[in-house]
């Protein structure tokens, strides 16, 4: 019901946008209704570091109506082998304030929301009012956590991904469907920080990250959902593995069938 409501008020592209978008408009699964709901898509991107920075950058080039940005942090030297929307003149900016100009000059029809805001039980709600979908592009499972619970609460779908040096990982959540983030991690862990990490690992993932999202809100092709996605790239292996909901989650209840 609410999908239908949602199509018939989807808006028609411009010439302009027929143009941009013609090479993925021309992939049968997608086309121009597809270009339709990704621009009338709220994307929210969680931490604009290594998976943030290409996330947001492909999520903008795709044309997704408005993203939403947030990091709290600020840009430093030892984030620029990886946090590609950053640079030396960025150093000491807040992340968000750097990435914005960038992805407006990326893509000028869109809507770029930058949040200099910590994600907290308390600020949450208000990020996340209109939003559709969030990309999980943390660094800590602390934070992944509240982020989990709040989209579990709230019924927004979200894509996780992670690093750590060579080797990565991403699954998409769907609540009131798949296990959510604290099926799989109940808990925060002792992280090693800071921990290594290359470039082209989060490059990697963040590319996965948002071919689930367009496949997502344009609502075609097959989703890892229900089950998670692991990339080593020093053995340069990958593997898939079922994910199976926690009964005892106290975050989702291990129920939604
Ligand atoms: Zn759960």
Not at 71 to 77: C, F, H, M, Q, T
Not at 97 to 120: C, F, G, M, Q
Not at 166 to 176: E, F, K, Q, V
Request: with cysteine.
């Amino acid at each position: 019901m609410v999908e239908k409501e949602k199509d018939v008020l989807l808006l028609p592209l411009t010439e302009a946008d027929r143009i941009r978008y013609s090479r993925q408009i021309l992939f049968p699964a997608f086309g121009e209704e597809g270009q339709r709901k990704l621009r009338q898509a709220h994307v929210l991107v969680a931490g604009v570091g290594g998976l943030g920075s290409p996330v947001a950058i492909y999520l903008a080039c795709a044309g997704i109506g408005r993203l939403t940005v947030v990091d709290s942090d600020a840009v430093e030297l030892s984030n620029l082998n990886r946090q590609i929307l950053h640079g030396e003149d960025d150093i000491g900016e807040k992340k968000v304030i750097s990435a914005a100009p960038k992805l407006k000059r990326l893509n000028s029809t869109i809507e770029i929301h930058p949040r200099a805001e910590r994600i907290t039980a308390e600020s949450l709600p208000g990020l996340l009012h209109g939003v559709n979908l969030v990309i999980d592009c943390l660094d800590n499972v602390e934070t992944r956590l509240i982020l989990n619970e709040g989209c579990v609460k709230a019924g927004i779908p979200l894509i996780h991904g992670g690093v750590y040096g060579m080797m990565g990982a991403i699954t998409t959540i769907i609540p009131g469907q798949t296990p959510c983030f604290a099926c799989i991690f109940p808990r925060e862990v002792e992280e090693k920080r800071p921990f290594p990490v290359f470039g082209f690992t989060p490059a990697l993932i963040a590319s996965l990250q948002v071919m689930e999202a367009i496949k997502l809100l344009a609502g075609f092709g097959e989703l890892l959902t229900g089950k998670i996605l692991y990339i080593n790239g020093e053995m340069m292996e990958c593997t898939t593995a079922p994910l199976q909901k926690n009964t005892a989650c106290k975050i989702c209840g291990g129920g939604g069938g």
